[in-house]
C-alpha cells in the first residue's frame, strides 16, 4: 500500500512538472518539504509552488483547480490565502495529499522558507536564491513573546480549572489542550532560543522532555485525572523554562499563578467536603 502510495506521488509530481513546463503563464516550480531537503518518508506530501508572471496571475488559481480535478479523483480541495499567498489543499482519491503554493515574482521572498529543488526554472529567477526563513526572536521581541505565551497559559489554565468544577470534562479536556499548546510553544524556545516559531515540536525538544510532557497532557476522561494532568504539565513547564525566563528578562505572571491557583485549591477543597473525585 505505501509502496504504491510513494509511486502515485512521484507520478503526481511529474504531473505538476509536466504542467510547469507546457504552460507559458508558469515561470518557475519547485518542491519544498520534506521532498526538497531529503527527508522525505512514506506518509510524505506534496508541496509544491508555481511562480507566474502578475500579468497572467488573476485566473490561474480558479484554473488551477479545475486542472486538479483533471489530475485524478478528489476527495478533497480548498484554497486559503493566510499566509499572504495562494494555496490549494488536496487530497486525492489514491492517497496523494499536499498543496500547491501560487505566487509570483513580487511576493517571492515570501512564498517559502528554507529549502528547496528546483523543477522548472525558464528565466533563471531561482538561480542562486535563498528563500530566507523568519528571523528568531530576540532582545524586547524575545521578552514580550515569552512573557505574552505565559500570560496565556496561565489564562487557559483558569479557564479550564472552571469547566472542571462544573464536571464540563470535554470543555476542560480542550482547555486543558490549549494550556498544552502555549506550554509547547515555550519549551520549544527554552531548548532552542534561535528556533523559528512554528517549527516541528519533535524536531526541536529531547525525547525524554517530549514523552513526558505528553504523557502529562492525556488524561483520562475524570476531573481527578484532569487536575493531576494540569499539575504535572505546569511543573514540566517551569522546569523547563527556568533558564529562558533568565535569558529573556521575561517576567514570570506570579500574581496571576497565585491567582489560578488559589482557585485550585478551592475546587479541591470543595470537592473533598462533598466526597466527589477531585483530588
Known sequence: MLVELMKERSLFVQKFERIAREDPRILSAFLGGSLADGTEDDFSDIDIYYILDEQSYSDFPSQMRTRLSEMGPLVFLEQHNNFGFDLILFIFQNGVKGELGLGTTKNLKTLHAGPYKVLV????????FVFPFQASLEGKDLQEYVEKQLRWYWYWYYVFLSAVARGRLWSAFTQLQQMREYAFKLIVLAHHPQ?????????TVPRLVRDELGNASLPHYTRSSMIASSDAMTEILKREIKQLLLSSHASYPADLEATVLDKKHSIVKSSLNRGSEVS
Open 121 to 128: 526554472d525558464k528565466k533563471g529567477l531561482l538561480d542562486g
Open 195 to 203: 528556533k523559528i516559531p512554528g517549527q516541528r515540536f519533535e524536531r
